[in-house]
């Protein structure tokens, strides 16, 4: 029903609202307040600095005006709040000069500055506070609309036309967790009449928006599972027994966990799609092997894709390593390989007589083609589009696909933006390992800290020197990569070779750098971030990061555990001057922790979620109320509460479902039929 249904909205008015996204009168009653103002009076030792805050005093100096360049003016005057005085200034609101009076009583709402004693007025009424509400809903409005007047609206819409909303919750989940009716909710979350009020009407609101969500992301899981049958890899259990037997330790815990998962998932008939996490060095390698070992023993080949050509051979020595004893044919297909080699390799490759291939993106090219793939993996899969992963995953049948990464997502991030796969965790790493040393150095420290580098340099070791950017910006005052390069170069003359890595290079240019350094030819590589993903030399040990206050609390973490590989204890020497708190926060917490899971749940509550990923690529759900990091146990309850509904069968029968059902299909998940 149109908004102009409702008394008052004409079709000016309708106008303006279409501009804000409103047409209809449900549209209208689901604006929604993008934050509250919080009117209740709180002690002012309590506030933090900054803070907004309300607060009654009684006005004890004669307000003071002033008026300054043109047309500007401030009003000041001292305030005694309970048994502080403070000082509140009002900017450009002369008239007020005629309005306070000293001993009025007044409330005041505005910022705290704690170190001047001030508050910079925003809003202020004379007398006591007058109950408002303890919190007050602040719209976003466009145009000459105001909040005020959307609030009129707002109130009408409901008592005309409440009963509009209807409730879409099934019943047994509303009384579950006791959750408010969805009519009476949202009219709380406009006009809120109480703190308990506001607190229900949000908390149902915020399992709604969860549980729709992941209901839309179960239904796909589930149709992605029935409607692509996967293979049945019936792998030799006592020959992989055996294969894990020849490592050269036993695995961890969370490994034997994670392969537990993995084979479950490639015996079932369904397709494997699943995400399996590992911090840099928990030993996703040795996981991958099993992996491809299995798959092998069940009859099939196996494919194994990574960003790099570097990485390629890095891979293909290691599991090489490993397979070869136990009877596989592992090789290598990068765009190097090429002629009559390249041929040879393919029609092995066709004939069967090739169990695992590992390349990178060679392996999607038209003429390679398996003879009987079961198991294609990825590494670090966020640097392959979705259409290069498409691709390899169309080269078999219907293959198990695993996608392994070193990024830790925290998990709240990863049930919702991987919310149709499977998640698995490798959270333990392996015993004995040495832990990075990290410090948190200021750039006058930068001398010491090259006399540091310069001694690992002369024991033998060699060492990283990130920088952020290659190119001088007016706006970043960031240090420039060749430029720090020419000075290392000139600093280390003849004692050490100091290399050049950055993403302008041309790819064989890269791979040439990252081998002379992989072979010591270079004992220096001042590099960009392209030396962030999965590169191995144990013999660096040192790494300096230069501005590291630029970088996410993640990506250092990535940075870093290119140290620290070998049997050597490792260093990371942070040169930052950061200037907020928080930067102060997220530098000293490198500094205590090598976990990377505490290190990403840290960003996302530092930066919040739409930073973590980047900006671009974040294909992050918007909620209206829900906060996915602060909600994150209803965002859990949520999802299990949608995978027990779609894999009911009363989900499909019974009338307590329509609503939901009726929302799968207006998000075009379900198309009409039915599933099962
Ligand atoms: P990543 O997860 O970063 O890919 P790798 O698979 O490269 O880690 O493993 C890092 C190192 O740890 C390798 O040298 C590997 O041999 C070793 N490693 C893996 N699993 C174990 C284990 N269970 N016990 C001891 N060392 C292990
Ligand atoms: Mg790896």
């Given at each position: 029903m149109d908004v102009q249904n409702i008394k008052g909205i004409g079709e000016e008015t309708a106008v303006q609202l279409n501009e804000m996204g409103i047409s209809t009168v449900l549209d209208l009653m689901e604006y929604l307040p993008y934050r509250y103002d919080d009117n209740r009076l709180k002690d002012l030792e309590e506030v933090k600095h900054d803070e907004r805050v309300t607060v009654e005093g009684k006005v004890h100096s004669e307000p003071a005006l002033m008026f300054y360049g043109r047309k500007k003016s401030r009003l000041t005057l001292r305030l005694l709040v309970g048994r502080n005085l403070i000082q509140v200034t009002f900017f450009n609101?002369?008239?007020?000069k005629k309005k306070i009076n000293i001993h009025d009583t007044i409330t005041v709402a505005g910022k705290w500055d704690k170190n001047r004693q001030t508050i910079t007025a925003q809003k202020y009424s004379v007398?006591?506070?007058?109950?408002?509400?303890d919190f007050e809903p602040v719209y976003s409005v466009k145009g000459s609309m105001t909040v005020n007047t959307l609030r009129k609206f707002i109130k009408k819409a409901f008592e005309e036309y409440?009963?509009?909303?209807?409730?879409?919750?099934p019943s047994f989940l509303k009384e579950k967790y006791k959750l408010a009716d969805r009519q009476k909710a949202l009219y709380h979350l406009h006009f809120p009449e109480s703190t308990e009020d506001m607190k229900q009407a949000r908390r149902r609101f915020v399992y709604e928006e969860f549980l729709l969500f992941q209901l839309k992301m179960q239904m796909l899981r589930k149709i992605e599972r029935e409607h692509s049958k996967g293979i049945q890899q019936n792998y030799d259990l006592m020959k992989v027994k055996q294969f894990i037997g020849t490592l050269p330790f036993p695995l961890t815990n969370a490994q034997k966990r994670v392969v537990n998962e993995i084979s479950a998932d490639m015996k079932s008939p369904y397709r494997m799609n699943r995400l399996l996490q590992g911090d840099?060095?928990?030993?996703k390698t040795v996981v991958a092997a099993i992996s491809l070992y299995s798959s092998v023993t069940a009859g099939y080949q196996g494919a194994l894709m990574v960003p790099t050509e570097i990485l390629a051979e890095q891979h293909a020595n290691s599991l090489s390593e490993l397979l070869e004893p136990a009877g596989l044919t592992v090789a290598l297909l990068t765009s190097?390989?090429?002629g009559k080699r390249r041929k040879l390799l393919l029609e092995k490759l066709k004939q069967g007589k090739i169990d695992i291939l590992i390349g990178t993106?060679?392996?999607?090219?038209?003429?390679?083609?398996?003879?009987r793939l079961g198991l294609v993996i990825t590494d670090?899969?966020?640097?392959?589009?979705v259409e290069q992963r498409r691709v390899l995953r169309e080269k078999g049948e219907s293959p198990d696909v695993l996608f392994m990464t070193a990024?830790?997502?925290p998990r709240t991030l990863a049930i919702t933006v991987f919310g149709e796969m499977d998640v698995s965790i490798i959270d333990e790493m392996p015993a004995g390992r040495k832990t990075i040393e990290t410090y948190w150095a200021k750039a006058d420290m930068l001398p010491r800290v090259l006399s540091f580098m310069e001694k690992e340099l002369a024991n033998g070791r060699q060492a990283y020197v990130i920088c952020p950017l290659i190119e001088e910006s007016d706006k970043l005052d960031v240090q420039n990569a060749i430029d720090v390069h020419t000075q290392l170069v000139h600093h280390f003359g003849e004692r050490f070779h100091v290399g050049l890595m950055h993403g302008r290079l041309h790819p064989d240019e890269k791979d040439e750098v990252m081998r002379e350094f992989s072979d010591n030819a270079l004992q220096v590589l001042v590099s960009?971030?392209?030396?962030?993903?999965?590169?191995?030399?144990?013999?660096?040990t040192f790494m300096l990061i230069y501005?590291?206050?630029?970088?996410?609390l993640s990506q250092l973490h990535q940075l870093r555990g290119?140290?620290?590989?070998?049997s050597e204890q490792s260093y990371c020497i942070l040169l930052a001057e950061p200037r907020t708190d928080i930067g102060k926060e997220r530098m000293k917490i490198m500094t205590e922790t090598n976990d990377g899971f505490v290190l990403s749940e840290k960003d996302l509550e530092l930066r919040?979620?739409?930073d973590f990923f980047g900006?671009?690529?974040?294909?992050l759900p918007e909620f209206k109320v829900a906060d996915m990091v602060h909600d994150y146990r209803a965002l859990e309850t949520a999802r299990a509460d949608a995978q027990k509904l779609v894999e009911s069968t009363s989900f499909w029968e019974e009338e307590d479902f329509a609503h939901l059902r009726a929302y799968l299909q207006a998000t075009g998940v379900l198309k009409g039929e039915k599933l099962d």
């Open positions: 609101q002369p008239y007020l007398g006591p506070q007058t109950k408002k509400g409440g009963d509009f909303e209807q409730e879409n919750l840099v060095g928990s030993g190097s390989v090429k993106h060679a392996l999607i090219q038209d003429d390679v083609q398996f003879e670090e899969q966020h640097r392959f589009g990024t830790p997502i960009t971030t392209v030396v962030e993903v999965g590169v191995n030399v144990p013999n660096a501005d590291a206050e630029r970088f996410g290119r140290v620290g590989r070998g919040g979620p739409g900006k671009k690529q974040s294909g």
